[in-house]
């Protein structure tokens, strides 16, 4: 049995999600985008995939200093992905010591392919989101094109570079929460299809709506609350 139920997390929620506001990106719809700070976010979606985000936003900064990805560089793919895991096969600084970044071949060989389908289509990442007026489209065209992007990942991006707060990052704490809120019918950790996905997010959506929230931002709140829920839950277990 879980120590909170629905109603109490929902409070919760509703208490910190002033703070979240007052914390997220401003919308950055009316200014020009930086080439670079785009890399780094997109980047860091890719890399934080089963690894604590701590860990991608230093494997991220790795390449960002070295600027393979945010440059106009004429490298090829092949000699991109060398120079990518290069730079992820540094030992990392994180919270005073070092780590290894796991992933470092198979992420370096899907960011050298996302760079070129960026390139190939739109010349670099600053106009393939000025492309696109409708967030929903920008994620559709990730999910799509972009190796290691997925429906949660693509979501975070925009939401992160203030472009939408209309997508939701729907992980394992939120699918848990609309579980226990009776918002989700299966009890699950992860979402087996992008159309799932879509369907969930509807769900969350109108739920953000009946509590006066936007969703993109509703998430956050959620993933805060549940993650400390859980954490109090287990250690009263333990006890």
């Known amino acids: 049995m879980s120590l909170y139920d629905a109603k109490a997390l929902q409070r919760a929620i509703q208490e910190i999600y002033p703070n979240i506001e007052d914390k997220a990106p401003k919308n950055r719809s009316s200014m020009a985008p930086d080439e670079r700070a785009l890399w780094w976010e997109l980047s860091c979606c890719c890399l934080s995939s089963q690894v604590p985000y701590y860990v991608a936003v230093a494997a991220a900064d790795a390449i960002d200093a ?13 000699a991109l992905n060398i120079e ?3 730079a992820l096969s540094k030992p990392l600084a994180v919270n005073g010591s070092y780590r290894l970044y ?27 989101v000025c492309h696109f007026s409708e967030a929903s489209d920008l994620r559709n065209w990730l999910v799509k094109n972009a190796p290691g992007i997925g429906p949660k990942q693509a979501s975070m991006f925009a ?47 109108d739920h953000a709506e009946s509590l006066g929230v936007v969703v993109g931002l509703l998430d956050w709140a959620i993933w805060i609350v549940m993650r400390a829920a859980k954490s109090l839950e287990s250690e009263i277990k333990v006890v």
Do not use: P, W
């Open 84 to 86: 990518l895991s290069r």
């Open 159 to 205: 939401r992160n570079t203030g472009l939408s707060y209309d997508l939701a990052i729907i992980d394992r704490h939120v699918l848990d929460y609309m579980y226990r809120s009776g918002l989700f019918s299966e009890q699950t950790s992860s979402i087996s299809s992008f159309g799932k996905y879509c369907r969930l997010e509807n769900t969350l959506r």
């Open 66 to 78: 070295d600027g393979f990805l945010s440059c106009q560089s004429r490298l090829s793919t092949k």
């Open 102 to 128: 796991r992933f470092r071949f198979s992420k370096a060989d899907q960011l050298a392919r996302m760079k070129r389908a960026v390139a190939e289509q739109f010349g670099s990442l600053t106009e393939l």
